[in-house]
């Protein structure tokens, strides 16, 4: 005679030994990053970061000094005795703000309303929420604008076009030339500052040699001149009496738009004229130069 036993085994699921990172992207040093497991009634937790450090705290608040990669292991168990574990590894970054402009450009429409346009990148860690930008046309002003219309995470390009039109007069537009300067970023001055200003040339396909700005100044001045091909650029200055200061002063021009800096922080207050020699071409600009404010 046969006996048959029957035994019933039960199986209990193993806990749920996920956790979630918050924030999810973009960590980076001396900013908190919680851990939160998504299984919420074991009662024991033990957490291992690959830095050495060890928790049995139910969730974690951890802020990395260091940038870097790490990972981060939680083993829990359940009021069965069931044991889990599960890992994340992630990267902790510098924070970085940093946008630059790649190129400017403007366009005039036959009214004479001048478009000014930039392509903007983020060069930085950090995704950009909003930035203060101006443009400065010579003969139209200063027009400072403000962009929060989406969010630009980083290595993305961004197509800025100002609303604002200036206009400028059939004489103005012969040598206009556009800058555009990046303000702020994220309510704070760009880390990087040196991609922050470019400017563009309206009639870009000709030379023309632009007025210098600032004028008046109290310090050096920059004079905006555009090629059609590389050349010499050769300075002489002179002041109201017609007394020579500075001869020939020569700088290697490239083709397109080259802004030259005249060394007029030292002159004396008063009117100079600048002679600006291209090949066989002559032009005529005037400086007044102020008494340095301190």
Excluded: H
């Excluded at 951890?62 to 829990?76: D, H, I, M, R």
């Excluded at 203060?132 to 989406?150: H, P, Q, V």
């Excluded at 300075?235 to 083709?255: C, H, P, W």
């Amino acid at each position: 005679m046969w006996i048959r036993l029957t035994k019933i085994i039960y199986a209990n699921p193993l806990p749920d030994a996920s956790f979630t990172l918050n924030p999810s992207t973009y960590l980076f040093n001396d900013s908190p990053i919680s851990f939160t497991p998504n299984f919420s009634s074991a009662v024991n937790y033990f957490w291992n970061v690959s830095d050495g450090n060890t928790y049995s705290d139910p969730s974690l608040n951890l802020t990395f000094t260091n940038q870097g990669a790490y990972t981060v292991s939680l083993q829990l168990t359940d009021n069965l005795g069931c044991t889990n574990n599960s890992s994340q590894a992630f990267t902790v970054g510098l924070r970085n703000t940093d946008l630059g402009i790649i190129a400017a450009r403007s366009t005039i429409d036959n009214d004479g309303f001048v478009g000014i346009e930039a392509d903007l990148f983020n060069y930085g860690s950090t995704p950009i929420t909003e930035f203060e930008i101006l443009y400065k046309l010579t003969g139209g002003g200063i027009m400072k604008e403000a962009w929060t219309a989406d969010t630009l995470p980083p290595s993305a390009v961004l197509l800025f076009k100002f609303s604002s039109k200036a206009f400028l007069t059939i004489n103005e537009r012969e040598n206009a030339i556009s800058c555009i300067k990046i303000l702020t970023v994220n309510s704070n001055v760009d880390d990087n500052i040196s991609n922050n200003e470019n400017c563009a040339a309206l009639n870009s396909n000709k030379q023309l040699v632009a007025e210098p700005y600032p004028n008046p100044a109290d310090g050096d001045v920059t004079l905006p001149i555009v090629l059609t091909e590389d050349q010499t650029i050769t300075i002489t200055i002179y002041d109201y009496l017609g007394k020579l200061i500075a001869e020939n002063l020569t700088y290697d021009g490239v083709t397109g738009l080259n802004f030259i800096k005249i060394p007029s922080a030292t002159y004396s207050s008063g009117t100079y004229t600048l002679k600006i020699s291209i090949s066989d071409n002559n032009y005529i600009r005037k400086l007044i130069k102020q008494s340095s404010s301190k």
